[in-house]
Nanobody, 122 residues
Framework: QVQVVESGGGSVQPGGSLRLSCEVSGSIFSINDMGWYRQTPGKQRELVATVSKGGSTDYSDFAAGRFTISRGNSLKTVFLQMNNLEPEDTAVYYC????????????????WGQGTQVTVSS
């Protein structure tokens, strides 16, 4: 009933930029925090950045200064602007969203997208 879809991945050269988008749809009462994570084969998934419902953000060290996370005005979308990409940024990027369903009396559940591939190579 909740769908999380990422888009915007692709292949770029080092120093290039990409803008990832994530849209959440379905039976949703509200959305709390949203975030981007990434994973390379053979490695654990790691946090890239998060943004709260109020707009506060946190970045991993490797993302700070290069990546910018933001939310759309509907609060059902989240973006990740990635600049000055490096080969080390190559990974599948996943969107995670904390979704509150039904009413305010319910807690929230994390939902994940299926990921979008980002490849940085010369």
């Amino acid at each position: 009933q909740v769908q999380v879809v990422e888009s915007g991945g692709g292949s770029v050269q080092p120093g290039g930029s990409l803008r990832l988008s994530c849209e959440v749809s379905g039976s949703i009462f509200s959305i709390n925090d949203m975030g981007w994570y990434r994973q390379t084969p053979g490695k654990q998934r790691e946090l890239v950045a998060t943004v709260s419902k109020g707009g506060s953000t946190d970045y991993s060290d490797f993302a700070a200064g290069r990546f910018t996370i933001s939310r759309g005005n509907s609060l059902k979308t989240v973006f990740l602007q990635m600049n000055n990409l490096e080969p080390e940024d190559t990974a599948v990027y996943y969107c995670k969203t904390g979704v509150r369903r039904f009413s305010a009396s319910f807690g929230y559940t994390d939902y994940w997208g299926q990921g979008t591939q980002v490849t940085v190579s010369s």
